[in-house]
């Protein structure tokens, strides 16, 4: 089997390598310090159409499923940061693509992604204080009144969480079904009742915005929840009645979906780290010679 990429790929991979080389690897420190949000890296990717809605549609048209990840190895080879600030919205938009009506596509997809001139970011708020892989026991509820849903209680670790537009979040509808009683809901930053809360300080991917989100009855018209209300109550009475709503919850899948994405993330990382380390290695001397030629660092290298 020949896993050499295509012509079309290695353009991308050359641009995506030029964009992190000129773009971010010279103001990555500066971010990583001051932990700001990259709005003018942002705005420069959303520029030259590396952060777009249109790259994510090609990347769904590619059948090898590489347009993402070729692009993000070296985005993520110049910062892990910056290029999670760049490729957050992806975990929203894959909820919203999953999950949602094609209305709710063509309204709120845009909206994540802003313009060039003025880009925005989107974000998924799953996880709680008290629920982070055990996604069952979340605790925001949702509550029905006439023609909208009051959402309350308080999400943690969001990315973009501080400076989403557009937040996609999941809370529990009826507590006594577990993951098959939460629905996912479309949260507009101007909605009443939304705000970031906290903001994380972290010991890496420091120019990612990490924070809390609180739902403080947050109040959004009824169409806002993902898939829209018929199918939502067709799951609910089937889960009522005890039969199967599926193998496992829509945050999860959501999750899985964006795992490979994650995978080729840590390899950019990874490559970045491997020069930074073999550089050093040639120039730091100890014992009249460089570092690198001791065998210990030798082995350490090669691994
Ligand atoms: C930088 C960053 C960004 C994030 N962005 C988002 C975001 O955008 N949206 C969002 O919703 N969340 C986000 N998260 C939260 C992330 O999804 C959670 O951290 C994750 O789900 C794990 O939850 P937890 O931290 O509560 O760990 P826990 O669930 O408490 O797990 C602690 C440890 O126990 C292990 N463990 C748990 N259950 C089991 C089991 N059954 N068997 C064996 N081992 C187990 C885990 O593997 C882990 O090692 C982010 C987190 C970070 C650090």
């Known amino acids: 089997m020949?896993?050499?990429?295509?012509e079309h790929h290695l353009e991308l991979q050359k641009w995506a390598h030029e964009f992190a080389e000129r773009e971010i690897r010279p103001v990555a420190m500066e971010y990583d310090e001051t932990e700001e949000f990259p709005w003018p890296v942002v705005r420069k990717a959303a520029e030259s159409g590396l952060y777009s809605l249109d790259l994510f549609l090609q990347h769904q048209h590619?059948?090898?499923g590489l347009t993402l990840p070729v692009i993000m190895e070296e985005i993520f080879w110049g910062c892990a940061g910056i290029g999670l600030a760049i490729f957050g919205t992806g975990l929203s938009l894959a909820a919203l693509a999953g999950a949602g009506t094609q209305d709710q596509l063509f309204e709120w997809a845009p909206k994540m992604f802003g313009t060039p001139e003025e880009p925005a970011v989107g974000a998924y708020a799953v996880t709680e204080p008290?629920?982070?892989?055990?996604v069952r026991s979340l605790r925001t509820r949702a509550v029905r009144d006439g023609d909208h849903w009051v959402l309350n209680g308080t999400k943690v670790f969001i990315t973009n969480g501080g400076v989403a537009s557009v937040c996609l979040v999941v809370a529990t509808v009826d507590p006594q079904l577990g993951h098959r009683g939460?629905?996912?809901?479309?949260?507009?930053?101007?909605d009443p009742g939304f705000r970031p809360g906290k903001k994380e300080k972290k010991l890496g991917i420091r120019a990612s915005d990490t924070s809390e989100v609180v739902l403080d009855d947050c109040r959004i018209p009824i169409g806002r929840i993902l898939g829209g209300m018929d199918r939502f109550e067709a799951k609910l009475a089937t889960a009522r009645s005890g039969g199967s709503t599926g193998r496992t919850s829509g945050a999860l899948a959501t999750f899985e979906r964006t795992r490979p994405f994650v995978a080729v993330q840590a390899i950019g990382l990874a490559r970045a780290a491997l020069e930074f380390a073999t550089d050093y290695a040639r120039e730091r001397e100890a014992f009249g010679k460089p570092i690198g030629q001791h065998q210990s660092i030798e082995n350490?290298?090669?691994d």
């Open 2 to 6: 020949d896993f050499s990429l295509s």
């Open 62 to 64: 590619d059948e090898t």
């Open 130 to 134: 008290q629920a982070g892989s055990d």
């Open 182 to 190: 939460q629905a996912t809901f479309i949260v507009d930053r101007t």
């Open 300 to 302: 350490m290298l090669a």
